[in-house]
């Protein structure tokens, strides 16, 4: 049991400061002078929204500000039967706008996945060449656009994933999330930079539309209540197997607000996991399996070394193995994204994630969930 212990600890520190090595290797993008857009893109941006009506309008105002001139993109709003305002604050808007705001009502019809249906069913009448999506409760910065746009002429990318960030927030549940979100988009960012891209978020995706088409779509994992990204990002990769990229820019940060209650944040995370039994390519289910076993390793390793299986040297070894390269990679991360302030909360997580994982690997295996006041499987 020690060698096996000790083993997984070593591999997942190895794996761990391949991440940080392979993080600080990405390069930074910018928009500057330097950077002229000889072909731009028109883009559609999509956002699917249900009982958004606070938040959506200050979305579309910072769209409003961008500097991607409003002839080259258009805004859908995909409302999914709407219980309050949503529809009528967005169709109010439309003539507030310089950019062409396009109210998209759905039909309140049963389906397993409502956010695959508004993206699908916006696609459809979308007239950008890139689409670009993300949610009603996000913000975003006035270069958004303008860097996506660079980005991808840059790097004739198929899919653009881009990086996510919490909203200012001061309790520790909140800095917790942004801790925990730092590590899985900065993981997403290092698969997509090894060449075999494993997660992304739909808060801020972008593809060129033609290739939405050319893999069919959501088509084959609709029945799937999550995964409008990662698991169309997985089709994307396996018929472009070097066209997902990672925008690494600070002005390409979306950002949306962490899970208020923990029951919001429950549903959430077993939505999220709700994807891993869809997954078609081996890579993303092994690695979810390592981490899986490198995480339950801690909690392993201290009942065994109650039970005097380990001694207190080795017990120290395991989580020095665990502890320092994730503070060297997430710390990374974290100054990125402009969270330094959350660095210190680290430790926290630390001791909280491996129960986490563990939790939500078992809740995953149990079916049904809610999402925006609805119960899905």
Not at 32 to 49: A, F, G, W
Not at 61 to 72: E, I, K, M, N, R
Not at 211 to 235: C, Q, R, T
């Amino acid at each position: 049991m020690v060698y096996i212990l000790l083993s997984i600890s070593v591999l997942y520190a190895l794996f761990t400061l391949i991440l940080a090595v392979t993080w600080w290797r990405i390069p930074v993008f910018r928009v500057d002078s330097t950077v002229q857009l000889t072909n731009r893109p028109r883009i559609s941006v999509i956002i699917p929204v249900r009982n958004e009506e606070h938040t959506l309008p200050l979305l579309l105002g910072d769209l409003q500000a961008q500097t991607y001139h409003s002839s080259d993109f258009e805004v859908i709003v995909a409302d999914d039967s709407s219980t309050d305002n949503t529809l009528k604050i967005t169709k109010s808007l439309v003539v507030k706008m310089a950019y062409p705001l396009r109210p998209l009502p759905l039909a309140n019809e049963p389906t397993t996945s409502p956010k695959k249906r508004a993206i699908g069913q916006s696609i459809i009448v979308a007239t950008g060449d890139l689409i670009v999506t993300t949610d009603g409760d996000c913000r975003v910065g006035p270069k958004w656009l303008e860097t996506i746009a660079a980005f991808y002429e840059k790097t004739g990318a198929r899919l653009i994933s881009g990086p996510i960030s919490f909203n200012p927030d001061q309790s520790l549940f909140g800095d917790l999330q942004t801790v925990e979100s730092s590590s899985l988009i900065g993981a997403g960012a290092c698969t997509m930079a090894m060449g075999f891209p494993t997660m992304c978020n739909g808060a801020n995706l972008t593809y060129e539309k033609r290739v939405f088409n050319e893999v069919g779509g959501f088509e084959g994992i609709d029945h799937v209540a999550s995964g409008d990204d990662e698991l169309l990002m997985h089709k994307v990769a396996r018929r472009f197997p070097n066209g997902v990229k990672f925008l690494k820019s600070a002005d390409a940060i979306v950002h949306t607000s962490p899970q208020p209650t923990l029951k919001s944040f429950y549903h959430q995370r077993k939505r999220w996991a709700s994807k891993w039994r869809a997954y078609q390519s081996v890579l993303p289910s092994v690695l979810a399996v390592f981490i899986f076993a490198s995480n339950i390793t801690l909690p392993i390793a201290a009942l065994d070394y109650f039970l005097s299986g380990l001694t207190g040297y080795q017990l120290i070894g395991v989580i020095v193995l665990k502890a320092a390269p994730e503070w060297l990679f997430l710390g990374s991360v974290l100054r990125f994204l402009k969270k330094e302030r959350v660095i210190s909360r680290i430790p926290i997580t630390q001791l909280i994630y491996p129960f986490y994982v563990v939790f939500f690997g078992l809740a995953a295996q149990q079916k049904g969930f809610l999402w925006k006041g609805r119960s899905l499987r």
